[in-house]
């Protein structure tokens, strides 16, 4: 079965940190472009950041740009999102796909941001 999963979530206070990891199970992550995205209660999902193949090419959403760096093991298939200086609005479900939504959207994992 080919499905991304998401974890690394958690509660966390604001100014505080989280590492969030993409998973790829039954393929191989390498050969697509990844992109995080996140979806608050009661809002549309909205792209976060992405990343090439290879890695060298990222993008970020200007709400995150300078707090969240996205990233990519190849070897463990598996990409990441590190996530400094996290404020209240961070707070959403958070979700890996391809830019396209190619694959089927898994559960996701919960950021909350609160004090």
């Known amino acids: 079965q080919l499905q991304l999963v998401e974890s690394g979530g958690g509660l966390v206070q604001p100014g505080g940190s989280l590492r969030l990891s993409c998973a790829a199970s039954?393929?191989?992550?390498?050969?697509?472009?990844i992109g995080w995205f996140r979806q608050a209660p009661g809002k549309e999902r909205e792209g976060v950041s992405c990343?090439?193949?290879?890695?060298?090419?990222?993008n970020y959403a200007d709400s995150v740009k300078g707090r969240f760096t996205i990233s990519r093991d190849n070897a463990k298939n598996t990409v990441y999102l590190q996530m400094n200086s996290l404020k209240p609005e961070d707070t959403a479900v958070y979700y890996c796909?391809?830019?396209?939504?190619?694959?089927?959207w898994g559960q996701g994992t919960q950021v909350t941001v609160s004090s």
């Open positions: 990343i090439s193949r290879s890695g060298i090419s990222t």
């Open positions: 796909n391809t830019m396209s939504g190619f694959f089927s």
């Open positions: 039954g393929f191989t992550l390498d050969y697509y472009a």
